[in-house]
């Protein structure tokens, strides 16, 4: 199976966990900025919510995959107040014609002090258990 990780963040805190997926996966974390230009099986796309949306980078990213090259997104982030991304990052995959994956990892990030740390140690050792779950 081929993986791909790429992410999107403003505080890092995405980047960490997108770390800690990739290598448990023996793949870079690449940024938004770099196109998925092979096929790959899954690719999980860390984001999280600003302005109590996606951002629209993440939806131009996912906008201009190549569905015979994605065969499903596997979604993934952080985030202070709000819960996950999984519906607006669903509804921007289907419009691609992308399958997502049914499940996700999601955890409390900091943002302005809220969530101090976060995610943390642990937070990034829960990302890797969620991407050991996906190997061969």
């Known amino acids: 199976m081929k993986y791909a990780v790429r992410y999107y963040t403003k505080t890092g805190n995405t980047k960490r966990l ?19 230009t092979e096929h790959v099986d899954l690719l999980f796309l860390g984001n999280s919510y600003y302005a109590f949306n996606i951002d ?8 201009s ?15 202070a107040m709000l819960n996950s991304t999984y519906k607006k990052v669903k509804a921007e ?18 943002f302005k002090g809220i969530h101090k740390g976060r995610p943390n140690e642990d937070d990034c050792k829960a990302a890797a258990e969620f991407a050991k779950a996906f190997l061969d």
Do not use: Q, R, T
């Open 93 to 110: 995959a289907e419009k691609a014609g992308i399958a997502m994956y049914a499940g996700e990892f999601h955890c409390k990030g900091e």
């Open 65 to 79: 995959l190549n569905k015979d090259f994605v065969g499903k997104i596997v979604n993934f982030g952080s985030a």
């Open 56 to 63: 629209k980078e993440v939806k131009d990213f996912i906008g």
């Open 18 to 36: 997108a770390e800690a997926i990739a290598e448990v996966l023996g793949v870079e974390a690449l940024p938004i900025s770099e196109p998925v």
